[in-house]
């Protein structure tokens, strides 16, 4: 069974419960944030290999936690949801090194693939990381 | 320069009713969302329980109330919606000032919301009324409600209540704690006060803004 760790993001708690049971449900460990402030909290203190993030939030929007994120963590992994997916917000999401942009509700099949596809891009990174660090190492070393 | 009501309609009309029907398709599109992730859950139980894990009524009950609780949500915004759509339909009559200003903030729920700031609505005890389009007194109370929030902090609580003035005249006065836009120039607003014969009022410390009805 699969073991993705997952964060979502979403002021809307009725719909954050629902979907953090139904994968939980699906093999995924998930958390859940209902603001981007508490949810950027989140990310410092744990890891995650996928976050979740709703586009229109109050206080602060998931484009502008979208950079924040990728700032603090870019091999963290960001899928997110909109009420009205536009092909400009999509682009935008994408140049900021967004996953993927869903368009709400969204199909737990089609959601799901998508966060297994995201941790093992995150995977895939964090071993490249690794590969670098220890090239670096042993380039300083001259071995 | 005066303005026809036909002229400020082409002018502004199409944009308010735009801003406000994306902004209540997103709220509708969320209950949607609510909806159908309670269902895939509801699914998720029932096909466990053909499996034979026995069905946690309590967990039903809670998710059927989840939902239901959806429906009346976007049962209130489509009803506001509609009233919106309708309030085009006259172009004179007589308004319940309080009905306009609770259709005007529950239009623009999700817009003030993201703003972070929450805003009280004080009736007045007895029905006020002013006369003219209702559209106008929607985008009006509207254009006032942005004007002021523009600068506003997050976290600010801002007041709207209805009354009488001192002169017997209909009044919507806009107060918070902490002060706001400095002036109300905006084009928009100050051709529909004179379709009301209205005029803004604003007090020293810029944290109270009274709409005056002429009519």
């Known amino acids: 069974?699969?073991?993705?760790?997952?964060?979502?993001?979403?002021?809307?708690?009725?719909?954050?419960?629902?979907?953090?049971?139904?994968?939980?449900?699906?093999?995924?460990?998930?958390?859940?944030?209902?603001?981007?402030?508490?949810?950027?909290?989140?990310?410092?203190?744990?890891?995650?290999?996928?976050?979740?993030?709703?586009?229109?939030?109050?206080?602060?929007?998931?484009?502008?936690?979208?950079?924040?994120?990728?700032?603090?963590?870019?091999?963290?992994?960001?899928?997110?949801?909109?009420?009205?997916?536009?092909?400009?917000?999509?682009?935008?999401?994408?140049?900021?090194g967004a996953m993927d942009l869903l368009e709400k509700p969204a199909d737990m099949t089609t959601l799901t693939e998508k966060?297994?596809?995201?941790?093992?891009?995150?995977?895939?990174?964090?071993?490249?990381?690794?590969?670098?660090?220890?090239?670096?190492?042993m380039e300083t070393r001259g071995w | 320069m005066k303005h026809t009501a036909q002229e400020i309609i082409d002018q502004y009309g199409p944009a308010y009713f735009g801003?406000?029907?994306?902004?209540?398709?997103?709220?509708?599109?969320?209950?949607?969302?609510?909806?159908?992730?309670?269902?895939?859950?509801?699914?998720?139980?029932?096909?466990?329980?053909?499996?034979?894990?026995?069905?946690?009524?309590?967990?039903?009950?809670?998710?059927?109330?989840?939902?239901?609780?959806?429906?009346?949500?976007?049962?209130?915004?489509?009803?506001?919606?509609?009233?919106?759509s309708h309030s085009m339909d006259k172009p004179e009559q007589q308004i319940d000032?309080?009905?306009?200003?609770?259709?005007?903030?529950?239009?623009?729920?999700?817009i003030i919301a993201n703003k972070s700031i929450t805003v009280?609505?004080?009736?007045?005890?007895?029905?006020?009324y002013v006369n003219g389009s209702f559209f106008f007194l929607l985008f009006l109370i509207w254009s006032i409600l942005e004007k002021i929030t523009e600068n506003l902090a997050s976290g600010t609580v801002l007041n709207i209540s209805s009354m009488e003035d001192e002169n017997k005249q209909v009044c919507l006065s806009f107060q918070c704690e902490r002060p706001f836009a400095s002036d109300f120039g905006l084009q928009s607003s100050d051709q529909i006060l004179d379709l009301f014969q209205a005029k803004i009022v604003l007090d020293d410390q810029h944290n109270r803004a009274d709409l005056i009805f002429g009519n």
């Open chain 2, 97 to 110: 000032l309080d009905e306009a200003v609770g259709l005007a903030l529950n239009l623009g729920a999700r």
């Open chain 1, 1 to 96: 069974m699969s073991n993705e760790k997952v964060l979502i993001i979403d002021d809307e708690q009725d719909f954050t419960d629902a979907l953090a049971e139904r994968m939980t449900t699906r093999g995924m460990t998930v958390s859940t944030s209902s603001s981007a402030i508490e949810g950027l909290k989140n990310v410092e203190e744990h890891s995650f290999d996928v976050v979740v993030l709703d586009l229109q939030m109050p206080e602060m929007d998931g484009i502008e936690t979208l950079k924040i994120l990728k700032k603090k963590k870019p091999e963290l992994q960001v899928i997110l949801l909109t009420g009205h997916a536009t092909v400009e917000k999509g682009i935008e999401a994408m140049k900021l």
């Open chain 2, 19 to 84: 801003r406000m029907g994306a902004s209540i398709s997103h709220d509708i599109k969320n209950c949607l969302a609510i909806m159908n992730e309670n269902a895939g859950l509801m699914s998720d139980h029932l096909m466990m329980a053909q499996k034979g894990v026995p069905p946690d009524i309590d967990r039903f009950s809670g998710i059927v109330q989840r939902i239901e609780k959806q429906i009346n949500r976007a049962d209130d915004i489509v009803k506001s919606f509609n009233k919106f």
């Open chain 2, 120 to 128: 009280t609505h004080t009736r007045a005890a007895d029905k006020l």
């Open chain 1, 115 to 137: 966060i297994k596809k995201a941790q093992a891009q995150k995977m895939i990174l964090v071993e490249k990381k690794s590969e670098e660090r220890i090239k670096n190492i």
